[in-house]
């Protein structure tokens, strides 16, 4: 069972939203460990699930019912009427102010007998100081995520973005998504990737591909040119039974992933070539890195600056969103925007 858990630094208090990708767990951790270090009487607490996680975590009986919610299969808006986006509104810093959002949606690979592939999509608009900060025109989607820069008309309109993917999983599951949902919120480039190294396969008859790593990963990457690639889920598993046998699995050091992604190599075409590269980073248990954004010397505002912060405070926090409305650090005065990330689990 995977965990992410977000927070919104003014705002929200730590550790408001919790979101799990799969019911299994391969942690040598028992899976509720990280969950249950939540308040179960968290007012604003929320834990968003897989199906069935959801049914697991609500038979621990530790949260309250009402606050485990099950993800619906997000689906393209332009076909389907209904918005399967779970949507948390983040309250305006001002009484002038407009107020963020947060976005979610559960991303499930089709024909996927495992039900280990998929991925959590996750876009942060932060809240503004004044209505005059935010005014975004919106375009009409364009066919294809490339044409990213120039759906709004600046930087400061722009969201954060997030693929989490601890199995991982193709570009296809991903695409309908990328392609209207983190379009029109103008949340592309990616700012952070994460998504496994390591490629891990049984036979077909054992359940074939069990973690398809940089090979669906960079697929990923040559599409959404995220800022930020970070390992996921690559750490010692504990396998026991009797398919372990004939499992099969292929390393991906963070130096030869990096070699294709940062700086852009000719898999890539022309124009991500001229665009910044993707910063590869895995983390240790327990580390912390800041993720600031903001503006660059081009004055292009898409540079991102990786900060190591040290030891995790809090252990059960796989991910805190956190939005900075002061002036960026690059001495620019420009706004930014900061994602920190920390490793809390020596096995997931």
């Not at 550790?15 to 391969?26: F, G, K, P």
């Not at 975004?136 to 759906?151: D, E, K, L, V």
Request: charged content about 20%; aromatic content about 8%.
């Amino acid at each position: 069972m995977q965990e992410l858990v977000m927070r919104h630094s003014y705002l929200l208090p730590p550790s408001n939203q919790s979101t799990t990708s799969t019911a299994e767990s391969e942690s040598s951790e028992s899976p509720s460990a990280t969950l249950k270090q939540l308040s179960p009487s968290g007012r604003k607490t929320l834990i968003l699930a897989e199906p069935g996680a959801a049914k697991t975590i609500k038979k621990w009986k530790y949260f309250d019912a009402s606050k485990v919610i099950p993800f619906k299969r997000w689906e393209n808006p332009h076909l389907h009427p209904t918005d399967s986006l779970v949507r948390i509104p983040v309250p305006p810093i001002t009484d002038n102010g407009t107020p963020g959002e947060v976005t979610i949606a559960f991303l499930p690979q089709k024909n996927d007998l495992t039900g280990l592939h998929n991925a959590i999509g996750i876009t942060y608009r932060p809240p503004t100081l004044s209505t005059s900060f935010f005014d975004p025109p919106y375009a009409t989607p364009p066919c294809s995520p490339r044409s990213f820069t120039s759906t709004l008309s600046s930087q400061t309109d722009r969201a954060l973005s997030v693929i989490f993917s601890p199995h991982g999983c193709t570009y296809q599951t991903i695409a309908p998504y990328a392609t209207s949902h983190l379009v029109s919120q103008a949340a592309l480039p990616l700012t952070t990737l994460l998504h496994p190294f390591d490629r891990i396969s049984n036979p077909w008859y054992l359940g074939g591909n069990i973690i398809s790593g940089f090979p669906g990963g960079v697929s990923i990457a040559q599409n959404l040119c995220p800022k930020t690639w970070i390992s996921a889920h690559d750490g010692d598993k504990e396998s026991t039974g009797f398919a372990t046998w004939s499992i099969k699995s292929r390393k991906w050091e963070r130096e030869e992933v990096e070699s294709v992604v940062s700086p852009r190599s000719e898999r890539f075409g022309e124009k991500e070539k001229m665009a910044m590269g993707t910063v590869v980073l895995v983390l240790e248990s327990g580390e912390v890195v800041r993720l600031a954004q903001g503006g660059d010397m081009f004055g292009s505002g898409m540079g991102v600056r990786v900060e190591r912060v040290g030891s995790s405070q809090k252990d059960g926090s796989v991910m805190d969103m956190i939005h900075g409305d002061e002036e960026s650090a690059c001495g620019d005065g420009s706004r930014g925007e900061e994602i920190a990330i920390s490793n809390t689990s020596e096995a997931c």
